[in-house]
């Protein structure tokens, strides 16, 4: 099985937010989950010869592997830090998002030990209520400033909710109670756009956009046309055709019956790849220039595809079946499964051979 | 975040089916897809410990891996063979399920090149339509039995499309054809039962059987009380706890609203660690003993649990939430997710550190 990622479309991706946000605001790109599941040492060193400067990382680990990659590049960890996890923190000289009044102080504290004001990013929450100072522990912060004295806050950000509901108002609002805290709190530079957020208006731009899903390839605004480049590209080998009958079931629980007389085409891809189970009788894959429908249940190595109408000669052991690419977006594919680009891409497995492929001529098309 | 791996309860279940299908019946142990996610060398090692001799994967690479921890065990290839991959299979000591003439005839092929019996499994599809040689290509195989000369067929398997559904007259038609089938070629030992045809009567046993998500714990009948051990358990540390008021909205898209004042604790574990975004506002956690509900989104890296009903005390950071153990079956929270244990546990993710535990006095207790 083939996974191929286009370097150079997720560069592509990158110079498109960089010129749309030209002018007002620096792009960070968002690397976490091993860069969304396509390999974050290998992502960021392209996006680092792209100008890319800053990355934002889930954890420490990430952080930690992303470091021993790339040394001089400004790293943020969105999980924050511990009291156990500071040491390491400063070690391999990261910037954790400081999501409570809790991190402030253990961060704050390391600073007062090593004499030294430590780059700090601060998340403020404007409504999510998922990670950043809540509006009492805000107000807390504005009144006493003197929690962030010993710290050098380079960035202060919040995160949308909503921001690929293009009728929510949630953005507004969040949009609205960021503006507030940033006139109370006017420390570093101010970030609130995900992938999302930088295609809505230059309002919620400010100094740095952060976008993850938009680099590799899924649709920022899903009401719109899809502006972005696909990435990911997977194919894996036919490992069986079979002759059926009218009346034949196929799969687990013999949820596909043929109705006329066909062809089943097995290939070995299942939900332990990350291709998943909500897939079944509800997906597609192309052989050749052939879409054909996904039937039965997905298996945990495999899945069974309806190839009665692709001709014989193109039904072969080891012909590629395509079941993402440019004919099969992340995000039509993710959307067959219920689910959303970020998952699919998030989820592919190890059992796929990953393979790199940058194309010079390709980004320099698109700039 | 931990994730255990009770070596003792997969030697437990194992023992189990042992008895089981005792006196009939032997017991292989499939450890595919990385043993369902749990590690494939670590959970062979101890299943060799405790005798058993016959393993099955899904594909090459796997078998490689196996063979390269286990010299002497036997090791079927579920994916079969083609031409190109024969000179591996021979070089690792493996034996392909054969599931197409074209599989048969390759590897017969490769038999004469080297003048060796070569061992093999054949698999004759009885009704699932997925792979295995199907009816056509069964009785051209039976009408021409050279096919088979140039091998030593060890066993001649099937597979059960519907073993877990109590009422489903699809098992006996399967056991029928693959007695008849049985009577026309009967070479090597016979195997049908996956996990839940082990638990079906023993007419279904036959020489081999070979069960997968029931060593992991997963329930094979489930329409009766799981009679198997539970092998995994999944903890993360809460990374922060907020108030909240009525009417605050939490996570992605604002899927929940809060109807009084409360508390949201957010853990750092989400759906690129295989924790589905279908357990969006329908999954459980327990933080120390009390049961918990996941409400909002499952993000990327991020849940979030309400804790209205927790201590303060017992809410701090670091505090150990249990996502999967023996208060949260692997069967009882894939369901939450609309899916099965064996997703589940294939899916479990890169971030976790795997700890393996072995109890030998529980090992004991359970014979």
């Not at 991706?13 to 960070?28: D, K």
């Not at 680099?215 to 990911?232: D, E, F, I, S, T």
Request: net charge neutral; proline share 3%; glycine share 6%.
């Amino acid at each position: 099985m083939n996974l191929t990622i286009n370097l150079s479309h997720i560069v592509a991706n990158y110079q498109l937010i960089n010129e749309r946000v030209a002018g007002g605001a620096r792009t960070a790109a968002v690397v976490k989950a091993n860069a969304y599941g396509l390999g974050c040492v290998e992502v960021a060193k392209a996006l680092v010869a792209a100008h890319c400067r800053e990355f934002f990382v889930a954890n420490l680990d990430e952080a930690v592997e992303l470091r021993s990659a790339q040394k001089d590049v400004t790293i943020y960890v969105l999980d924050g830090v511990t009291c156990t996890t500071a040491a390491a923190m400063l070690e391999h000289n990261l910037i954790p998002v400081l999501n409570s009044l809790e991190q402030i102080s253990c961060w704050a504290k390391s600073a007062e030990l090593h004499q030294k004001a430590l780059a700090a990013c601060v998340h403020l929450d404007t409504g999510m209520n998922r990670t950043g100072l809540g509006a009492d522990e805000t107000a807390l912060l504005i009144a006493e400033p003197w929690r962030l004295s010993p710290l050098n806050v380079v960035l202060v950000l919040s995160h949308l909710a909503s921001a690929d509901l293009v009728d929510s108002n949630q953005n507004l609002e969040q949009l609205s109670l960021f503006r507030k805290y940033r006139q109370q709190l006017p420390l570093g530079a101010a970030s609130l756009a995900n992938s999302a957020g930088t295609f809505l208006d230059s309002a919620y731009h400010f100094d740095v956009v952060r976008p993850g899903v938009a680099l590799y390839g899924g649709n920022p605004a899903p009401h719109k046309a899809n502006p972005m480049r696909q990435v990911v590209s997977l194919t894996a080998p036919l490992l069986q055709v079979r002759n059926v009958d009218r009346g034949d079931r196929v799969g687990y629980g013999a949820t596909h019956e043929f109705s006329r007389k066909g062809k089943v085409a097995t290939v070995p891809l299942g939900y332990a790849d990350g291709f998943f189970r909500s897939f079944s009788n509800s997906a597609f894959a192309y052989v050749g220039s052939v879409k054909v429908p996904l039937i039965g249940r997905v298996s945990m190595d495999l899945i069974t595809l309806d190839v009665s109408d692709v001709a014989d000669s193109a039904l072969y052991v080891g012909a590629p079946v395509e079941v993402l690419g440019t004919q099969l977006t992340v995000d039509e594919v993710a959307h067959n499964a219920g689910t959303i680009a970020h998952e699919l891409l998030a989820a592919l497995g190890n059992r796929y051979k990953r393979c790199y492929v940058y194309n010079r001529s390709e980004q320099t098309q698109n700039k």
